[in-house]
T-cell receptor, first 113, second 112 residues
Framework: ETGVTQTPRHLVMGMTNKKSLKCEQH?????MYWYKQSAKKPLELMFV???????ENNSVPSRFSPECPNSSHLFLHLHTLQPEDSALYLC????????????FGQGTRLTVV | AQSVTQLDSHVSVSEGTPVLLRCNYS??????LFWYVQHPNKGLQLLLK??????LVKGINGFEAEFKKSETSFHLTKPSAHMSDAAEYFC??????????FGPGTRLSVLP
């Protein structure tokens, strides 16, 4: 248990659906991240939030929409996804201080049909 | 810019034999370096980290890594592999703050 909780653990959605992934941490961290992990590809950073402000958007398609209402919660809103968006989506958090590690959730396994 | 190279995409060892997973990095700053492990369909778990203190870092489950600045390397080792070590391993470099750069990963197989 890392202190970062993601829900749901598994999600199957059609290409016309709208769904949201949730991430929660109570570690007192000020930075939160979304990563995408596809089979046979390196981990891809999607978004970074620091003190609720988005500080990085790695050219992610607009069908992925992040939301960070406070420093403890992070959402990823999904709409009109494509089958190639099927992947493991990982949330992480860290303290914005040199030498501190990122703590990861268990991930949400997303399948787009 | 930072980058991480993991020289082997797949390493296979026999149970009870040593493990060596190689990692080389590039960073303009004095980096922090991490090794994470990921078991199937799980999140990433921190094994160990280097943050400019001792160059030989000990982690969980008997793993250790040595920071060698002259070789820009941070190889992960374990004296004796266990079946439960079979997983994906990621080397990560950070220049501080929020910028974590992941290597492509090395899949470790442990044969009985």
């Amino acid at each position: 248990e890392t202190g970062v909780t993601q829900t749901p653990r598994h999600l199957v959605m059609g290409m016309t659906n709208k769904k949201s992934l949730k991430c929660e941490q109570h570690l007192g961290h000020n930075a939160m991240y979304w990563y995408k992990q596809s089979a046979k590809k390196p981990l891809e950073l999607m978004f970074v939030y620091n003190f609720k402000e988005q500080t990085e958007n790695n050219s992610v398609p607009s069908r992925f929409s992040p939301e960070c209402p406070n420093s403890s919660h992070l959402f990823l809103h999904l709409h009109t996804l494509q089958p190639e968006d099927s992947a493991l989506y990982l949330c992480a958090s860290s303290q914005d201080r040199r030498g501190t590690e990122a703590f990861f959730g268990q991930g949400t396994r997303l399948t787009v049909v | 810019a930072q980058s991480v190279t993991q020289l082997d995409s797949h390493v296979s060892v026999s149970e009870g034999t040593p493990v060596l997973l190689r990692c080389n990095y590039s960073s303009s700053y004095s980096p922090s370096l991490f090794w994470y492990v990921q078991h199937p369909n799980k999140g990433l778990q921190l094994l160990l980290k280097y943050t400019s203190a001792a160059t030989l870092v000990k982690g969980i489950n008997g793993f250790e890594a040595e920071f060698k600045k002259s070789e820009t390397s941070f190889h992960l080792t374990k004296p004796s592999a266990h079946m439960s070590d079979a997983a994906e391993y990621f080397c990560v470099v950070s220049d501080g703050g929020q910028n974590f750069v992941f290597g492509p990963g090395t899949r470790l197989s442990v044969l009985p």
